[in-house]
T-cell receptor, first 110, second 116 residues
Framework: DAKTTQPNSMESNEEEPVHLPCNHS???????IHWYRQLPSQGPEYVIH???SNVNNRMASLAIAEDRKSSTLILHRATLRDAAVYYC???????????FGTGTRLKVLA | GAVVSQHPSWVICKSGTSVKIECRSL??????MFWYRQFPKQSLMLMAT?????????EQGVEKDKFLINHASLTLSTLTVTSAHPEDSSFYIC????????????FGPGTRLTVL
């Protein structure tokens, strides 16, 4: 299973954009890049996913490097409710298994 | 998005007893369900993968006789922790795949198990 590397923690001011990086240098051609976030004592919540092209949805944007060895989750305007642990996960079209790394704990400062 | 529920949300039991946790996909049919365990301040650890009507596939190091998984229908999977001990106290989370895009998983809210 391909591994992902994320910073342990990041801080952001409220109302400012946040860029959460993820390295996945061993990604295979069929691996999708998924992002989830988890609030305390809750199950992970889907944020966004992509394969090769950049993706946008109402929650965030996902920027994928051309060589696909890294990606960045972009929260355009952080709010206090965005404070959570963000996980970047690779999942191939064949296995569907998610292997969670340590994730990035995002603190949003008022 | 697709909704996954878990029941109970929390449970306290005595050492040696068995506890059953249910995971339901409410508005889609789940071809595959997954069970995770999460200890405080740690990440989620995949325990097993279950497909409807077939035996679950357990990850290395997870005792299949202790954590019994049944996936009897496309909307329900159960995890039974048999002869629970204090070290089994954890946050158990299920997820289901089948309602979204290619391989997206939707997670339940989790069940906190405390074994006294």
């Amino acid at each position: 299973d391909a591994k992902t590397t994320q910073p342990n923690s990041m801080e952001s001011n409220e109302e400012e954009p946040v860029h959460l990086p993820c390295n996945h240098s061993t990604i295979s051609g069929t691996d999708y890049i998924h992002w989830y976030r988890q609030l305390p004592s809750q199950g992970p919540e889907y944020v966004i996913h992509g394969l090769t092209s950049n993706v946008n949805n109402r929650m965030a944007s996902l920027a994928i490097a051309e060589d696909r060895k890294s990606s960045t989750l972009i929260l355009h305007r952080a709010t206090l409710r965005d404070a959570a642990v963000y996980y970047c996960i690779l999942a191939g079209s064949g296995t569907y298994k998610y292997i969670f790394g340590t994730g990035t704990r995002l603190k949003v400062l008022a | 998005g697709a909704v996954v529920s878990q029941h109970p949300s929390w449970v306290i039991c005595k050492s040696g007893t068995s506890v059953k946790i249910e995971c339901r996909s409410l508005d889609f049919q789940a071809t595959t369900m997954f069970w995770y365990r999460q200890f405080p301040k740690q990440s989620l650890m995949l325990m097993a993968t279950s497909n409807e009507g077939s035996k679950a596939t357990y990850e290395q190091g997870v005792e299949k006789d202790k954590f019994l998984i049944n996936h009897a229908s496309l909307t329900l999977s159960t995890l039974t922790v048999t002869s629970a001990h204090p070290e089994d106290s954890s946050f158990y989370i299920c997820s289901a795949r089948g309602g979204g895009s290619l391989n997206e998983q939707f997670f339940g809210p989790g069940t906190r198990l405390t074994v006294l």
